[in-house]
C-alpha cells in the first residue's frame, strides 16, 4: 500500500507526463523558454480550457515556463541542480494550472507561482540531508480552493469516493505497466529514483550520476528520452 507522501509524488509525476510532450525539451537544459502570453491571450486560453480545450491548457503551461525559471533562481544557493529546479518547479506550474479556477478572480501568475514556489520547497525539504523534522502541521501544498493543506490533513482525509479510488489505482498501474514494457532498465530507473516512484527520496541528477557512474549530463538526456516516451502513452 502506498503512503500518502508516496502517493502524492506518483500522482504529481502523473500529471507531469500529461504535458511533457512539449516541456521536456524545455527543462532539459534550454534557456530559450517562451514569451509570457498577453492578457488577453491569457484570457482567451483560460476560456477556452475552462471549456475542456486540452491545447488551450498546454499553451498556459508552455507560455508560463519563464516563470518557473525566474522563480527556480531565487534557489541557486540550495545544493539542487538548476535544471532539477526548473524539472521540479515545472511540476508545480502544471498543478497550478490544472487547480486554477477562473471564476475566483485570482491572478493566474499570482496563483501558479505560489504553487511552483510549493513544490520547489516541499521538495528541498524532503531531500535535507540531515533528516530534519517534518511537522504535521506544516503547510505542503494548496487545495483546488487555494486552500493551505497540511501533511496532517493529508494523513487524516485518506478516505475517497470509490471512483476517485479506482480512477487513481488504474492510473497507477498504467504508469507501472509502461514503465516495464517500453522503459529500458536504466531509464526505468532512473525515473524511479528523480521522482521517488519507490518510495524513497527523490534524488538529483548529480546524485543519479554519482550512483550509475555516469555523468549527469548523460542522466538527463535518458531522462528526457524516458519521459517523452510514457508521456505519449499518457496523450494516447
Excluded: W
Excluded at 23 to 33: D, E, H
Amino acid at each position: 500500500m502506498f503512503s500518502a507522501l508516496c502517493l502524492s509524488g506518483i500522482l504529481g509525476f502523473i500529471e507531469f507526463l500529461k504535458s511533457a510532450v512539449f516541456v521536456v525539451g524545455y527543462i532539459s537544459g534550454s534557456n530559450l523558454f517562451p514569451e509570457p502570453l498577453t492578457q488577453e491571450e491569457e484570457k482567451m486560453y483560460l476560456e477556452q480550457m475552462k471549456n475542456g480545450n486540452e491545447e488551450a491548457r498546454n499553451i498556459l503551461i508552455e507560455r508560463n515556463l519563464r516563470l518557473v525559471a525566474h522563480i527556480s533562481k531565487k534557489y541557486s544557493t540550495s545544493n539542487v541542480n538548476q535544471d532539477d529546479l526548473i524539472s521540479i518547479g515545472t511540476i508545480g506550474l502544471i498543478k497550478g494550472i490544472n487547480s486554477f479556477n477562473v471564476d475566483k478572480g485570482s491572478r493566474l501568475s499570482t496563483y501558479v507561482s505560489r504553487c511552483i514556489d510549493n513544490e520547489i520547497l516541499m521538495h528541498l525539504r524532503s531531500t535535507k540531508k540531515l533528516g530534519a523534522e517534518v511537522y504535521l502541521n506544516e503547510p505542503i501544498g494548496k487545495d483546488k480552493d487555494d486552500n493551505v493543506v497540511t501533511l496532517q490533513e493529508v494523513l487524516e482525509n485518506n478516505e475517497r469516493p470509490i471512483e476517485e479510488e479506482v480512477d487513481i489505482k488504474m492510473k497507477i498501474k498504467f504508469l507501472y505497466e509502461k514503465m516495464k514494457s517500453i522503459l529500458k532498465t536504466r531509464e526505468k530507473t532512473i525515473l524511479e529514483l528523480r521522482f521517488g516512484l519507490g518510495g524513497h527520496k527523490p534524488k538529483t541528477q548529480h546524485e543519479i550520476a554519482e550512483m550509475l557512474g555516469i555523468s549527469r549530463s548523460y542522466v538527463s538526456r535518458i531522462e528526457t528520452k524516458a519521459i517523452d516516451k510514457l508521456s505519449k502513452e499518457f496523450k494516447n
